[in-house]
Every structure is written in structure tokens, then in C-alpha cells.
């Protein structure tokens, strides 16, 4: 019997994508586009495309395992998931006894749906552990939080007014969609005559065609905000009547930007001082303008300043909240709150036994910055850390100095991770659990919805053996822990629960498909902003009383062409990384039909620099840091400075034998990455823009 369903693609990238999902037999067999969804309109990525090949993948982990052998050493037993999640609980039990429950850390990665990771946060609030560790101080938060200490909320492109100006900064929509826009959305705005301007160290699809191409130094990102910023103001290119009305520090910050001077800033970005003038001219008087940002500004050297010094850009620009600028969303209505659904109270009674409470910006977001948690595991400090339960990671090759991570792990007790697949972060663990799919449970997509809308995903097919959502992984074990009272017999349960006040049930919000909050602008003229003063700060009075610059102030971290010259002679490139189109992050390199699309990590020289160093095309090189080397397959590209390497991220061999340590180890750029969190507020690693060489191999 077929059938034919729509729904929403979930997390094989930040969009939300309508998709029509053919079933026959209980078997997914076709997936294609939404023609009627109204964020991708019938578009589709390979990723999405190819779903069912990662679902049916004969590799897929079915059965939880149970570690035999000496730790890595690939020896299994497979058992039950009521015994694996009976031997979890037993552990946990002891360490929660005998060290305290924050000797057990929470993993947590690239969501696999809507709820997993607001279900773990929820989980560590009734267990007692502030210990939930999360990329998020590399991923989406720092600008989600520069934005709000600047104005009191995220925001996003109004593109559906769309922009007359639009700036796509540190993100790639053509490759993969944003968790603020899809590449649809980009292409209408630019179909309408938008101008629009491209930052990137690489001439991408959407450089080629932009109206102005910003070739930045990687990392400098907030420099060149802070060049604009001079010519804007200097120029009175401000919308005068909203700084007037709806800010506060101006004058300081019209001081602040005074020295940054298009020539001093081409200086430090290499972005010549005609185009950081022409690009600001452009932006500050087409409006309404509108920027696009994405993951890249995240792993800055200065992320939260980086974010901030950009907030500003659109606040001056009087581009907040009006049509075809930054819209502020509103909230879904009718939705629990995700303070309540996360149990946000009971989490602040754990908070001074955090480990990383120095990062006081994600300290305040209840987690742990992920380059902060390998260490204390390592040196048992503050106190004795014992367990380890990952979700939806594969920190060996997300997080920065990979050999730590592998360390850090390996010097815990107890080690359980989630997964689709036998990645080599799970190769390590005590206990393996099989994961479903997000096609293969029902859940609510991007809760709490702050995009101003929710989406139902609603289950399709069965998923294989035992596998089970995260969702239900955390509630079947809080159950065994005497948790029970903060959560459901099963996913549906939270989902009545949330759509409550609404009026609704999930099964009828199945059959809606969508809840949206209905657009408004200039909502601040009512409300004002939600920041302690009620306006746009300019300068940040969140940020300075704790303890943090109130201006987005840059300083040049180590291993940079401006913070080690000196190392800069023994490595004379500055090393940036590109996320392929058709993996997730460190995933699904094991399905054909994405790896065929991109078979072997490559990294991308200047011709002039591959002459000069001696190297071809098509040849493995080297690529060096003093924290490591691997190995990538080198490419040319004419459109990249001379002094810029461009790796690629994410790789490894899930092809080569798991006890290979090459299989993860020999392309990962993060071997390259020092650990040392640069980032005072995030304690965010300097990802972007620190010094490499490259040679032959």
C-alpha cells in the first residue's frame, strides 16, 4: 500500500524544508519537495533528497552494545535496550551517590529534531548536574546572544518582504539552509532587486554573484563591523531619529569607532579600504537592509563582540524590526514556555557547582563551553567527574585539539553515547544506544519557536530493531532514577503538554501542520526593547556588570599574523575551514550517495602559493599547526589570498577499521585547533584565522 505525506525535513541542516515523503509497505522510497512549503517551496538539498539512504544504511546501529574489550578496542555484545538502559541507570545511581550528581556531564550536539535538547536540559534539572556540556559557545548562541545583550532578542531577515539590501555574512545559503533563512528565501530576495554583499574569505556561489565581495582574514569579522561602523557614523549615514530616540551610549561608541579607520582596518582584515567604504555606503543607504549570519562568526576570536559590534550595524542603520530589515519575531502563541518545558528554576539551584562559571555568558544559558569540559575531566577538578552521556556529538571531531577530547573521554568512568552510526566518539564508550530518525517519531520542529513558528514532524515509518528517540532514551532512564514525576510515558505526552495552552493536542497539530505567530513591526515603539534599559545598547550594560567591555571591544588572540608575528615566519598561512553541502557537521560521510558527492576532504590553496611551496593539484599534502598535522587533498582556487589555506571540515573514514586511529584523526582539522578558549564570555577556541603551513606530504 503507498501512501503519500507532507511534512518538514528535520535537522540535516538549521532550515525547515517542506517535504513530500512517499511510503509503500511501511518503507520510505521517495523524497522530494514541497512545492506548497512556504520557507523552501518545493526545493531540496541532497542531504534531504537522499534521507531514506541514511535511514535504511546497513550500518545503522540497531541493538545497543555493550563494551567487552579494553576501551576503542571494537569488542561488543550486543544487549537489550531494557538491560543497556538498566545498566545506565545502575551506574548513574552510584556516581549520583557517591560523587554527586554533577559528577555525571550531559554531551550535547547538532540537534537531531525539536525537543532532544530541551528534553537533556530538562533531564540534568531533575537529575541535579549543571553539567550540561554543548558546542553551543561554537554554534548559533553567540549570535543569538550578541543580538539579544544588543537589543533583547535574536532576530532574522524579513525576507519575505523582502530586503532591498541584503548582507549574507559568514554564511553560505546556496550550500545549506540557516537557522534564520532558507537558500529559497536568499534567491527571491535577490530575484526582487535586492543589492547584496557577500563577507567570505572564499568566492562562493552567492560571492560570484554579489553586488560586493568582502575577502576577508578569516577571523576578523568584527574589525571589518567596526570599519563600517566608522565610515556610517563618521559619514551620517545613521538613521538619526531611531539613534536618537531608541539608544543608548552613541556618543561613546561614535569615540570608540573613531580610530577604526577604513585604512587601518583594510590593515588588520586585507579587505582593501575603497570596499569596506563602498560596502558600508551600500548597506547604511539601501534600505530596508537586512543581514544574514551564519555559523562562521561563531568561531571569531572575539565571538560575542564579533556579534555585538554586527547587532550595532542594524540598530544604527535604523533596519531593526521594520519591514524588509530585522524582524524581531514574535512568540509562537499558545505554546508552554521553554523556561518551563526546561525546568529553568530547578536548574538554577545547581548552578554554582557549574565548571566553567567563568564563562559567565554561557554560564547564564546552563551549559558548559565545550573546550572547558575536557580539562576538568582529565585533572578531576573542581571536584570528581565520572560519567558521560552523548547526545546527537561526535565531539572527537567537533571539538578544537581533538587528541584532548579522545583524553578526556578516555579518563572518564563510564561512557555512553547515542548515535545512527558506530562514529569514533561511540567507539569509545561502555554502552552504545541506537538512535531513530527524526522521520521515525513525532516531535515539534525548532521548539519553542523563535522564528516566530513551529513545525509538526510527525512520525512516518517505524524505525529498525531498538532503536528509540533520544527523547525516549532520557525519559525511560529518568524513570529508572526516580525521575518520573518531570516527565511522560512517552513523546506524545510532551507534546500535548507543550501545544496545552494553545487549546490543542499533537494529533491535531498534525493535521494543522504549522503554528505561527502572526508578523508585527516596530513592536519596541509598545514595548520598547528588551534590554535593561527598554532600548538598543550600544554599549552593553548586561556585558559590564559582568565584568566585560560594554563596547565591542576586538583584541587580537594568539596564533594570528597580528598576535605572533613571529610564529607567523614559521607558519605563513592563516588556516579557515568550509563545511561541505552534503554532510551534517561529522556526519553521514558512511551513505554513498553523499560521499560520491564529495569523496575525500580537500583543502584549497592560491595557485601562486601551491608554486611557491612546490605543490600540485590533486596531491595529498600536509597541513601543520604547533598542536598537530593531517592530511587533505589539495586544490587550487585563484579567488583565495595567497596567505589563506581553506580546509575542509568534519572528516573521517568510516570505511576504514574502527581500531584505525588514522580513521579519524588523519583529515580532522580540529587535530589542528588549539583548545584554549579565547572568548572571555563564551570560552569560545579560536576556530577561524589561526596560522598554519602547508607542505608536501
Not at 525547515?16 to 517551496?41: A, L, Q, Y
Not at 569488542?75 to 545498566?87: H, K, N, S, V, Y
Not at 555585538?308 to 524582524?327: C, E, F, M, Q
Request: proline fraction near 7%; charge should be neutral.
Amino acid at each position: 500500500m503507498s501512501e503519500v505525506i507532507r511534512t518538514f525535513c528535520g535537522r540535516l541542516c538549521g532550515g525547515t524544508c517542506g517535504i513530500i515523503v512517499t511510503i509503500d509497505n511501511g518503507r520510505i522510497v521517495d523524497i522530494e519537495g514541497d512545492p506548497e512549503s512556504p520557507f523552501s517551496r518545493g526545493a531540496i538539498c541532497a542531504k534531504g533528497r537522499n534521507f531514506k539512504d541514511i535511514i535504511y544504511h546497513p550500518d545503522r546501529l540497531k541493538h545497543p552494545l555493550k563494551r567487552v574489550g579494553e576501551r576503542g578496542e571494537n569488542r561488543w555484545q550486543e544487549i537489550g535496550m531494557d538491560e543497556a538502559l538498566d545498566l545506565i541507570a545502575d551506574r548513574l545511581k552510584g556516581y549520583a551517590r557517591d560523587f554527586g550528581p554533577e559528577s555525571i556531564l550531559l554531551f550535547t550536539g547538532a540537534s537531531r529534531g525539536g525537543l532532544d535538547i530541551a528534553y537533556l536540559y530538562r533531564f540534568a534539572a531533575a537529575l541535579g548536574t549543571p553539567n550540561q556540556v554543548s558546542a553551543g559557545n561554537v554554534c548559533h548562541i553567540p549570535r543569538d546572544q550578541g543580538a539579544t545583550l544588543t537589543f533583547g532578542s535574536a532576530c532574522l531577515p524579513d525576507y519575505e518582504t523582502p530586503p532591498k539590501c541584503l548582507v549574507i555574512w559568514g554564511s553560505n545559503t546556496h550550500h545549506t539552509n540557516s537557522n534564520y533563512g532558507t537558500g529559497v528565501q536568499y534567491r527571491r530576495a535577490v530575484e526582487s532587486g535586492a543589492k547584496f554583499i557577500v563577507v567570505d574569505p572564499c568566492r562562493t556561489t552567492m560571492a560570484a554573484k554579489a553586488d560586493i565581495w568582502l575577502r576577508l582574514r578569516p577571523g576578523s569579522d568584527g574589525l571589518l563591523a567596526l570599519g563600517m561602523l566608522n565610515v556610517i557614523i563618521g559619514e551620517g549615514l545613521y538613521d538619526r531619529a531611531f539613534v536618537s530616540r531608541w539608544t543608548v551610549g552613541f556618543e561613546q561608541l561614535q569615540d570608540f569607532v573613531a580610530s577604526y579607520t577604513p585604512l587601518k582596518v583594510s590593515e588588520l582584515t586585507w579587505v582593501p579600504a575603497t570596499e569596506i567604504v563602498r560596502a558600508a555606503r551600500l548597506y547604511a543607504s539601501t534600505r530596508p537592509a537586512a543581514i544574514e549570519w551564519g555559523n562562521a562568526i561563531d568561531h571569531t576570536s572575539n565571538t560575542i563582540q564579533t556579534c555585538r559590534a554586527i547587532a550595532i550595524l542594524r540598530a544604527v542603520t535604523g533596519n531593526l524590526d521594520v519591514p524588509g530589515g530585522d524582524l524581531i519575531p514574535s512568540p509562537v502563541p499558545g505554546l508552554m514556555k521553554s523556561s518551563d518545558f526546561m525546568l529553568t528554576k530547578k536548574q538554577l539551584e545547581w548552578r554554582k557547582k557549574s565548571l566553567a562559571p567563568q564563562y559567565r555568558i554561557a554560564d547564564s544559558m546552563f551549559f558548559v563551553a565545550s573546550q572547558a569540559a575536557m580539562p576538568a575531566i582529565i585533572e578531576q577538578k573542581p571536584y570528581p567527574l565520572k560519567a558521560g552521556l552523548v547526545f546527537g556529538a561526535n565531539p572527537l571531531l567537533t571539538y578544537a585539539n581533538s587528541r584532548l577530547a579522545e583524553e578526556g573521554f578516555r579518563a572518564l568512568d563510564f561512557l555512553v553515547v547515542s548515535d545512527l552510526f558506530m562514529s569514533p566518539t561511540a567507539a569509545l564508550a561502555d554502552v552504545v544506544l541506537p538512535v531513530a530518525t527524526n522521520l521515525e517519531y513525532d516531535d515539534i520542529g525548532q521548539f519553542p519557536g523563535r522564528n516566530g513558528w513551529v513545525t509538526a514532524r510527525r512520525k512516518l515509518v517505524e524505525p529498525p530493531g531498538e532503536c528509540l528517540p533520544d527523547v525516549m532514551i532520557i525519559n525511560r532512564l529518568a524513570q529508572r532514577l526516580g525521575l518520573g514525576e518531570y516527565f511522560w510515558n512517552d513523546e506524545v505526552g510532551a507534546l500535548d503538554a507543550i501545544l496545552k495552552p494553545a487549546g490543542l493536542t499533537y494529533q491535531e497539530f498534525k493535521k494543522m501542520g504549522m503554528l505561527r505567530a502572526e508578523k508585527s513591526y516596530r513592536k519596541y515603539e509598545k514595548e520598547g526593547f528588551r534590554t535593561p534599559s527598554g532600548k538598543v545598547e550600544l554599549v552593553s550594560s548586561r556585558l559590564e556588570q559582568m565584568g566585560y567591555d560594554g563596547l565591542p571591544v576586538m583584541r587580537e588572540p594568539p596564533e594570528t599574523p597580528f598576535g605572533s608575528p613571529e610564529l607567523f615566519r614559521e607558519y605563513p598561512l592563516v588556516l579557515t575551514s568550509g563545511k561541505s553541502p552534503f554532510f551534517q557537521h561529522a556526519s553521514h560521510r558512511m551513505v554513498k550517495s553523499l560521499r560520491k558527492l564529495a569523496p575525500e576532504p580537500v583543502v584549497k590553496l592560491n595557485p601562486e602559493t601551491a608554486r611557491r611551496l612546490g605543490l600540485k593539484a590533486g596531491e595529498m599534502v600536509a597541513i601543520e599547526t604547533p598542536h598537530g598535522s593531517i592530511r587533505q587533498k589539495l586544490e587550487l582556487d585563484a579567488d583565495i589570498d595567497p596567505r589563506v589555506a581553506v580546509a575542509a571540515f568534519g572528516w573521517w573514514f568510516p570505511e576504514r577499521p574502527v581500531t584505525d586511529s588514522g580513521r579519524w584523526q588523519e583529515a580532522n582539522v580540529n587535530m589542528l585547533a588549539s583548545d584554549v578558549p579565547v572568548d572571555p564570555a563564551m570560552g569560545t577556541p579560536n576556530l577561524r584565522g589561526f596560522l598554519c603551513r602547508v607542505r608536501p606530504v
